[in-house]
């Protein structure tokens, strides 16, 4: 009669007999490789592992926040250019760093992302009308 579990062992279990006797032999196998300490060896792995990639995760988040930061630091930093007329003298970098400001800092949705605009007519455009938002926002006479 071979028992299927450890919970099916008579009440009166007789620690002289031998588990392969009453069909256990799993028990025996299973007896073995815990005594041999894979197992162990194998949880201290994983638990190494999941410590390790725990720690990776958390040191690119802290860079992530910390490139965030600085990004927010130079946005913060940037003065606004309001005068239509010094626009078209201004060079490309300088307006995609306005079109950004106007963007991220200014929260102002209708400023196209820095993809959408290849030429510097488009971007020119575009800084012109977000200083024109901007102004009626803040109530700047024409």
Do not use: C
């Not at 588990?19 to 028990?27: A, E, R, T, V, Y």
């Not at 949880?43 to 965030?68: I, P």
């Not at 927010?72 to 995609?96: F, Y």
Request: no cysteine; aromatic share 4%; net charge positive.
């Amino acid at each position: 009669m071979p028992i299927s579990s450890v919970r099916e062992l008579p009440k009166k279990f007789d620690h002289v007999t031998r588990f392969s006797d009453l069909g256990l032999g799993w028990l025996v196998a299973a007896r073995a490789i815990d005594s041999s300490g894979h197992e162990g060896a194998r949880q201290t792995a994983h638990v190494q592992n999941t410590l390790a990639t725990a720690s990776k995760h958390a040191q690119e988040q802290q860079e992530k926040k910390d490139k965030a930061n600085a990004i927010r630091i130079k946005l913060n930093a940037t003065v606004l250019i309001l005068d239509h007329e010094a626009v078209p003298r201004i060079t490309i970098p300088v307006l995609d760093e306005q079109l950004e400001v106007y963007r991220k800092r200014e929260n102002d949705p209708s400023v196209p992302g820095k993809s959408k605009l290849k030429r510097k007519a488009e971007k020119l455009e575009a800084l012109v009308r977000a200083i024109e938002r901007y102004r009626a926002r803040m109530g700047y006479l024409a």
